[in-house]
């Protein structure tokens, strides 16, 4: 009997089974759980390079970027265009002079219910008005694709800005203040002038028209093409008035075709004899606004001189409002208000008589002249010669007029008052003081010199200093006298280069003076030191590598007037100036003091032709600086020549003057009028 098996298959525990089931569960949420975090992880960050983009679109003022941040539907619900939006922001922010915008506080926070993320955040930023307060914006984001987008409106620009309101600057100009003199007369003001227009009714029409203006081109001096563009403008009509030129008062001819209107601009009384000092105005370019975004076309600012210095304050404070209007244009929301405040009026410590005068004596020549009263630093007159037409400048200077003074090789814009020179024998008082304070030089030391020309020694190869009077015993009044080169020379090589230069420290060397006057420090060399010893000896006598300006030898020089305290300038009546030092002893500036008196006193002194003026104590030393050397046998070298002088009894003024390509003699001829009347100018 065959026998049947059956193999029955065993059963797996149900608790297994459950187990697997469990953990392909978990594993099922969890790779959805993380794939849900790494999608939210992705979107937070995709939002954030949204507002991150948007922020920085916004302080760049990149509108064309932050149009692509926006989103379209938003766009399309107000009927706005992504070119539109650009052109709102460049419409709206470029008419107030939006600029310098910063954000902060910037928030985005997940709104889950309603799948869009909010945005806060606050603006700052300065308009034509100065800076406005605070701004604070509300917006959402939502996803377009793959990205979120700005829901954008009108009120991202400003805040109650709806979508047909508009935005307006009105502004209102205050009176620029006056640069005044000491004395309160005006350097810079207010003065009356006249608009020259054509008029086209009278003009007429063919050869009568061709006929009148060319009688107008000739009077005006101005080309008949010129005229003629200013007619075809498209706003000309028969009985309009078209400026074509600004005319000082009293220079208005009845010519046919022409009228006037009277209008007011800066004036300068002084004109040409202070144009350096004081400078000019115009009209604000795009260069100027770019630099300064709180300046609009049509401002008038500070071109030159002190007009530039002290813009800021001539100018005051700029008064108007940016306000919202609605579409009926009534008044919806003040958005900034300025108050008008006029400029203020600086008053310097110039004397305008002794400007006018020491212009007037130097206008034929290229130089300078810095009057300064040594008591206080006043500086009492700052000229520089050729000048410039300020008032030509100011009214409107035809490209012509303009290059004539560039092309001029006198070069009229120059302001030499503040343009380093190589001082020369003027500065051998300097020199003295400093040999007097060391012990090196004393009034009765000797120095035993032969001939014309002298060298330490062979080393100096070719290198000799030269004299112009052969005097064979030499002490320190007659090298003051003489102006002898050898004698400092001499001097400063005993000394030795350290001490030389201790002693030139305690002076304005490197020194930043405190004046609203471009100018670079005095310099003693190109390196700062004096190690060469040929450059020490030269150097002792006023050549060498000396840069220093008028201003600059000035107040070096007013140790002599003040027994060896270097008095620092100042410009204006209220400024407070740094603290007087001494540079030299009170026994060492009077020796070299008296010296200077006898430079005048005494026949052979090179001053003396001022001697006829010496109705109380004046002290002077002349300076002839070789500017390039003779290669020629025979032939001098060019030169500036210098006059220090000052009232060494009163201590009213002190005077340098220079003038470039002449000697020492020139200049005390050509000062010689002028300080021949110097206490009744000072009256």
Do not use: C
């Amino acid at each position: 009997m065959e026998t049947i098996r059956y193999n029955k298959k065993k059963k797996q525990p149900t608790w297994k089974i459950i187990v697997a089931l469990s953990l392909i569960l978990v594993t099922l949420i969890g790779a959805g759980a993380g794939y849900y975090f790494w999608s939210k992880q992705k979107d937070e960050k995709a939002a954030q390079q949204t507002v991150d983009s948007y922020v920085n679109a916004l302080e760049k003022q990149d509108y064309s970027k932050l149009s692509q941040l926006v989103s379209q539907k938003s766009l399309e619900k107000i009927k706005y265009t992504k070119e539109a939006l650009k052109e709102r922001y460049e419409a709206i922010y470029g008419g107030v002079g939006v600029s310098e915008v910063t954000i902060s506080d910037v928030e985005s926070t997940l709104n889950e219910e309603k799948n869009r993320y909010d945005v806060t955040y606050n603006m700052q930023m300065t308009t034509s008005l100065g800076k406005l307060e605070t701004q604070s914006y509300a917006t959402t984001m939502s996803k377009e694709k793959e990205n979120y987008r700005v829901n954008w409106n009108t009120k991202l620009i400003f805040p109650n800005l709806e979508l047909k309101d508009k935005v307006s600057l009105t502004t209102t100009i205050g009176e620029r203040g006056d640069i005044l003199s000491k004395d309160g007369s005006p350097l810079a003001t207010e003065g009356k002038f006249w608009d020259a227009g054509l008029y086209p009714e009278v003009l007429g029409e063919g050869i009568e028209k061709s006929e009148k203006l060319a009688v107008i081109s000739e009077k005006y001096s101005i080309p008949v093409e010129q005229l003629e563009n200013k007619l075809a403008a498209e706003w000309v009509l028969p009985e309009s008035f078209v400026p074509f030129k600004v005319v000082k008062d009293g220079e208005t001819p009845e010519v046919p075709g022409v009228l006037y209107q009277e209008k007011t601009l800066r004036t300068y009384p002084l004109n040409e004899a202070a144009a350096h000092l004081i400078g000019y105005v115009g009209e604000a370019t795009a260069e100027d606004i770019e630099k300064n975004p709180n300046l609009q076309a049509g401002d008038i600012i500070g071109k030159a001189g002190l007009e530039t210095a002290f813009n800021e304050r001539l100018s005051g404070q700029k008064g108007g409002r940016i306000v919202i209007n609605n579409e009926e244009g009534q008044l919806k929301k003040v958005i900034q208000e300025m108050e008008l405040k006029n400029g203020e009026d600086i008053t310097l410590t110039i004397n305008a008589k002794l400007q006018k005068a020491a212009y007037e004596q130097l206008k034929a020549e290229k130089g300078s002249a810095v009057f300064m009263d040594p008591k206080d630093g006043s500086l009492l007159s700052l000229v520089s010669a050729p000048s410039y037409d300020a008032n030509q400048l100011t009214m409107g200077i035809s490209t012509k007029d303009y290059k004539k003074y560039t092309d001029d090789v006198n070069n009229p814009f120059l302001s030499r008052f503040a343009s380093g020179y190589t001082p020369g024998s003027t500065f051998k008082t300097i020199t003295a003081a400093i040999g007097l304070d060391a012990g090196v030089t004393t009034i009765d030391k000797t120095h035993k010199i032969d001939g014309l020309k002298w060298q330490k020694d062979s080393s100096w190869g070719d290198h000799f200093i030269v004299r112009v009077s052969d005097t064979p015993q030499v002490n320190l009044e007659s090298a003051l006298v003489y102006s002898d080169n050898i004698y400092f020379a001499k001097e400063a090589l005993e000394m030795g280069q350290k001490k030389y230069e201790e002693g030139l420290s305690k002076f304005i060397f490197e020194e930043k003076l405190d004046l609203p006057i471009a100018m670079n420090p005095a310099q003693l060399s190109n390196d700062g030191t004096l190690a060469d010893e040929k450059l020490l000896a030269d150097t002792a006598y006023g050549q060498g590598q000396l840069l220093l300006n008028p201003i600059q030898q000035a107040v070096s020089f007013s140790v002599f007037a003040n027994q060896g305290q270097l008095i620092y300038p100042k410009l204006t009546v209220d400024q407070k100036t740094a603290k007087p030092k001494m540079a030299v002893t009170a026994e060492s500036a009077d020796i070299v003091k008296d010296n200077l008196i006898k430079v005048i006193e005494r026949l052979e002194g090179t001053a003396h032709s001022l001697a006829s003026l010496n109705k109380k104590n004046l002290a002077a030393k002349t300076g002839t600086a070789e500017t390039t050397s003779s290669e020629v046998e025979g032939e001098d070298a060019n030169t500036n020549g210098f006059l220090l002088t000052f009232d060494a009894e009163n201590r009213s003024y002190l005077m340098v003057a220079t003038i470039e390509d002449k000697s020492s003699g020139d200049v005390t001829t050509t000062m010689k009028p002028l300080l021949g009347k110097i206490e009744d100018l000072l009256n």
